[in-house]
């Protein structure tokens, strides 16, 4: 239903430039927003903007992936903000924030430059797919708030009456040009032209815009270095917020930007994406900025413009900068019914539908994962909730694992047996490896063929050890074959009492290489 808003097709000059136009307007009332949340003046949201979409644009590893200023930090932004200020008065918060913003950064680019963002590969598809549906919740229900009265920062009653309805009208406005127009031309990227004709129809009518959160219009941004002390005291103050804030931005531009390749059916960098958002939020540190990272929403209003390349992004950045020096007249008179339509057709379009028809055809656990990390995802944050599936996931895999070695008698003749085995033997599945041997009614001479088993870590290889002990207090001889040369000189050095037969067709697979 919804794929016509995920067209697979390369991008051009022209469309890049009208979705970056696009997502420059759907930048600024988030900016704003998130600067409002984490505690810091609206400017800092902007600016974060600014420079994080333009460096992660035009260096990233993922082309068509927006990065900004995001609620998943803002919200953990807000206990430094705050503890800032009482720590060294009204204002030292900030500084603070940016001091942790350029750690941030720092960190973020030694995860790049270290490789760990291949670890994003270790995350399952269910995982995935509960990612996806807690952010669609996420901005779903940050949408809600733009239903209510606003003087700036401060958040009143829900709207009713006439302006309720006149809300609700210009929403359902927006999403019906979205949904309609691209039936008639794709010239025009379908959200800015939502943009533009509910502009048009809301002019004298009684509604909440742009200026209402807060004008866009400030200076053109300037170095500042935080204006705290930097002693050691401060460093262990800001570096575990730093540390947060790293990982919290990581995890969700990593997934972001493999929600992307799936949608474009292209693949992006990881890597070359940290060290690139880790310079972004260093400069922006550097800027009186909030720092930032990639967003899901902004990214899909991208892609579903026609933005493919990197200038979409570079575009978005320049205009949203034009937009905080020359153009905040113009920008504030923008409904904000128009954007949040806008934002209501990407909740739709991200959510994965198709979450609700795996109930009953896959296994339960993996139903239970989607479920567990959008409740955390929405319940805590992003970066929790992935660990949470990350962890859940291994320990369902480890739990059915374990259950799954097997154990066949290949030959039986007078005075010795052969078992073969299958299966992986690791530590969740040590335990039922051990009982499904009895020394006391084998043969003298017992040999383990591991030709259809692996042995995982170091668990699995005590395991071995300890099947040979009990053999040898009763007088017999456990023969091991087919083990890859790492388990066998693994058990050598362990002084196993274990006789490892050698063959041509031994595998040779690696395990317990930290041990040396």
């Known amino acids: 239903m919804f794929s016509q808003f995920f067209q697979k097709k390369r991008g051009t000059w022209k469309d890049d430039a009208l979705a970056g136009l696009t997502v420059a307007l759907a930048l600024v009332p988030g900016s704003i927003a998130f600067a409002f949340v984490a505690g810091a003046p609206p400017l800092a949201g902007l600016y974060a903007g600014f420079f994080v979409c333009l460096i992660t644009a035009a260096f990233g590893g993922r082309p068509g992936m927006i990065s900004s200023a995001a609620g998943s930090l803002a919200v953990v932004m807000i206990a430094l903000v705050a503890e800032g200020d009482r720590r060294g008065g009204p204002g030292a918060g900030l500084e603070y924030l940016f001091l942790a913003v350029i750690l941030m950064g720092l960190i973020q680019v030694g995860v790049g430059l270290l490789k760990l963002g291949r670890l994003i590969r270790l995350v399952p598809h269910p995982v995935m797919m509960g990612f996806v549906n807690g952010l669609a919740i996420v901005v ?265 070695v097997r154990r066949t008698t290949l030959a039986d003749a007078e005075g010795g047996r052969i078992y073969g085995l299958e299966g992986l033997l690791y530590f969740g599945s040590v335990r039922d490896f051990s009982e499904k041997f009895d020394p006391a009614n084998d043969p003298d001479q017992v040999t383990l063929d591991f030709h259809d088993a692996r042995v995982c870590d170091l668990s699995g290889l005590e395991a071995i050890r300890s099947l040979a002990e009990r053999y040898r207090k009763l007088g017999k001889v456990l023969h091991v074959r087919h083990l890859s040369p790492d388990c066998r000189r693994m058990l050598e050095r362990a002084g196993s009492m274990v006789d490892v037969q050698v063959a041509d067709d031994d595998p040779a697979y690696l395990v317990a290489r930290l041990v040396r």
């Open 140 to 404: 779903f229900i940050s949408q809600l708030r733009m239903f209510r009265e606003r003087d700036g920062a401060a958040v009143g009653d829900w709207l009713h009456g006439l302006p309720l309805y006149t809300m609700l009208g210009l929403v359902a406005l927006t999403m019906a040009v979205i949904y309609v127009m691209p039936r008639f031309t794709k010239k025009i990227p379908s959200s800015l032209a939502a943009i533009i004709v509910v502009s048009l129809v809301a002019l004298g009518l009684e509604t909440q815009t742009v200026g209402d959160l807060s004008s866009v219009k400030g200076p053109f941004p300037l170095p500042h270095w935080p204006a705290i002390p930097l002693t050691w005291e401060t460093l262990r103050f800001v570096a575990p917020y730093a540390f947060i804030f790293s990982m919290v931005g990581l995890v969700e531009t990593l997934m972001t930007l493999q929600l992307i390749d799936e949608i474009t059916e292209t693949r992006g960098k990881g890597n070359r994406e940290a060290i690139a958002l880790g310079a972004a939020n260093i400069v922006a540190g550097l800027f009186k900025g909030m720092g930032g990272c990639a967003l899901v929403g902004e990214s899909l209003i991208n892609i579903t413009s026609g933005g493919r390349g990197r200038m979409s992004g570079v575009i978005a950045a320049c205009a949203l900068l034009a937009f905080i020096v020359f153009g905040s007249p113009l920008i504030d008179q923008i409904p904000i019914a128009a954007l949040t339509g806008v934002m209501f057709v990407v909740v739709i379009a991200t959510f994965e539908w198709s979450s609700f028809n795996t109930i009953g055809k896959v296994p339960f656990s993996d139903v239970l994962v989607i479920v567990v990390v959008t409740a955390i995802t929405v319940w805590q944050d992003l970066a929790i909730a992935v660990l949470c599936g990350v962890v859940l996931s291994a320990l369902v895999f480890a739990w059915k694992s374990s259950k799954n």
